[in-house]
T-cell receptor
Framework: DVKVTQSSRYLVKRTGEKVFLECVQDMDHENMFWYRQDPGLGLRLIYFSYDVKMKEKGDIPEGYSVSREKKERFSLILESASTNQTSMYLC??????????????FGPGTRLTVL | AQSVTQLDSQVPVFEEAPVELRCNYSSSVSVYLFWYVQYPNQGLQLLLKYLSGSTLVKGINGFEAEFNKSQTSFHLRKPSVHISDTAEYFCAVSHYGGATNKLIFGTGTLLAVQP
């Protein structure tokens, strides 16, 4: 089974801190994604990556950056956390292999609170 | 551009009653369709998917969905729900043969099963 793990389930940070959210997948997937989930808004794509060191902006990239130095690891960085970044953050991965149809596999999520 | 609409933000239902969660999509090309489920404080897991072929798709936990191309819908159904089905359900669409590997998600429907 595909396993996507996220470094923390719950995280509390202060305004202005630099925050790192880590995601690791063990199935050699090419694509990795970061979403934030807020009530009534569903999942919104922050950034995604289709290869090592490659990244593309999603729908809401402002205030975030990402890093993908190794294929299995995709990090989300909040350069200076703000209270409006309090949210649930979900990482996902998917394969480029034919027959996978862009199905995504999700981690358990990190609930981030910024005080 | 693709989009997904889940008109019902919340669906209350009594245990053992049938339920239908609605999903409509818009796309000018052929699509792949997915339903994901998110139990409280967990990530998303795949419930079922439509890729091609039979328009009636069966998934896990007794759920099924029917693809209707003329109505651009992919409604999720279960004939008899259990308390344990209480969760948020997300419909998603992917572009057939497209250059992007992204999924477009609806805003989710909270299924609240009452005893």
């Amino acid at each position: 089974d595909v396993k996507v793990t996220q470094s923390s389930r719950y995280l509390v940070k202060r305004t202005g801190e630099k925050v790192f959210l880590e995601c690791v997948q063990d199935m050699d997937h090419e694509n990795m994604f970061w979403y934030r989930q807020d009530p009534g808004l569903g999942l919104r794509l922050i950034y995604f990556s289709y290869d090592v060191k490659m990244k593309e902006k999603g729908d809401i990239p402002e205030g975030y950056s990402v890093s993908r130095e190794k294929k299995e690891r995709f990090s989300l960085i909040l350069e200076s956390a703000s209270t409006n970044q309090t949210s649930m953050y979900l990482c996902a991965s998917s394969s480029l292999l034919a027959g996978t149809y862009n199905e995504q596999f999700f981690g358990p999520g990190t609930r981030l609170t910024v005080l | 551009a693709q989009s997904v609409t889940q008109l019902d933000s919340q669906v209350p239902v009594f245990e053992e009653a049938p339920v239908e969660l609605r999903c409509n999509y818009s796309s000018s090309v052929s699509v792949y369709l997915f339903w994901y489920v998110q139990y409280p404080n967990q990530g998303l897991q795949l419930l079922l998917k439509y890729l091609s072929g039979s328009t009636l798709v069966k998934g896990i936990n007794g759920f099924e969905a029917e693809f209707n191309k003329s109505q651009t819908s992919f409604h999720l159904r279960k004939p008899s729900v259990h308390i344990s089905d209480t969760a948020e359900y997300f419909c998603a669409v992917s572009h057939y043969g497209g250059a992007t590997n992204k999924l477009i998600f609806g805003t989710g429907t909270l299924l609240a099963v009452q005893p």
